[in-house]
């Protein structure tokens, strides 16, 4: 297999050693992936022990150095507990704008090496290669190449596991966290598998191991030889066969690409209730400019605008409107979304506001029609596709509307579902866990 081995850590020594020939399917996995986007903006925390999670309430660990996971700290661990853990360690506060845009620079590598991507997560995906011989070199090699260019364009690490299925793939890249390559040929996976403990069985939580570990199920390989009466007993027989499968390493699933998206939203809540227009006007703009950066991101164009208006009583009203021609630029979906508000004409303070983006189209099979509106000025295009190439290169917030930059408006609560998954956002709520 080509690998050194110490308690819990493979690592692949040289992927060139290794016969890859069936292991078209890769795993890779962001390491640490929210503490390496502070890291990267604040290299004085290297080396110590840093953790992301709002102090705020009862706010929840999202990311961790790994020289914070030595004192037991992890995702979802309340920050209070983790604070008691490791007394002094480093706390910042998310800003998931940042890791949604740095989500977006790490899919885009993906990409880059293959359309078959089925991203799980804003900092995993599986990737089939198979195709990629001829063009890019065998397996291994495609995935040292990657996790060069993840460390060399986008200054964070990356762990990789390639086998022949998406199980073992996924299994490789837990083994050779973090910063590693682990390569599982079919003729090894056993000999990999059946020793680790019956936890790393995908599907087997805790509760599970410890009903496994009650009938004296402590290994892989002690199911793989269980018979099939008492597995079944234990954890029911569609579970059964699904882990006597991956027991004996058989999955036959295949990397299944995610569909285009059917349409896009993000919304805000406010801290207090807004009642002053140009207020509402201005955090239209800066979802409308968020928007328009996924769009473009993703290759889409929508030909329809809604926007959505909760009041403090959680009453709600949408409004929506129907382009000429589909677009991707956040002036023509800012101005639609104004148009919309002044329909609704909010006679009372509203709570939250949101836009809607429907109808997506292929960018490249969108039809532009004749505008017999107020034209956009023509270097409009060019000044967002700028723009979105520096917050690829500095980060979300490094260049915008200038109307934004001073903004008064605080959101307590940003909704923004980017691919592959939803995020929630603001500096005091409290963000959903993102196990690591």
Known sequence: MGTSTGASRRVTADPGLVDDAECTILHADMDAFFAAVELRRRPELAGRPMMVGSTYGRGVVLSATYEARRYGIRSAMPVSRAMGLCPGIAVVEPDLAAYRAASLEVMRLFDDVTPNVQPL???????????????????????????QRISAELHLTCTIGAAASKFLAKLASGLAKPDGLLIIPPAEAIGVLHPLGVQYLWGVGPKTADSLRRVGIATVGDLARLDRATLTSVVGASSADRLHELAWARDDRTVAPRPAESSMSADETFVADIGDRAELVRELLRLADRLARRMRSSGQQARTVAIRLRYSDFTTVNRSVTLDAPTDLARTIHQAAVAQLTRLNPTRPARLIGIRLEQLVDAADAVSQLDFGEPAPPGWRVAETVSDQVAARFGAGAMGPASLLASPVRPLQSRDPAPPTDERSGSRAKPAPHPE
């Open 121 to 147: 997560s804003v900092d995993e995906a599986f990737l089939d290669v198979s195709g990629l011989r001829r063009l890019s070199g065998r397996p291994g090699a495609v995935a040292q190449k990657l996790r």
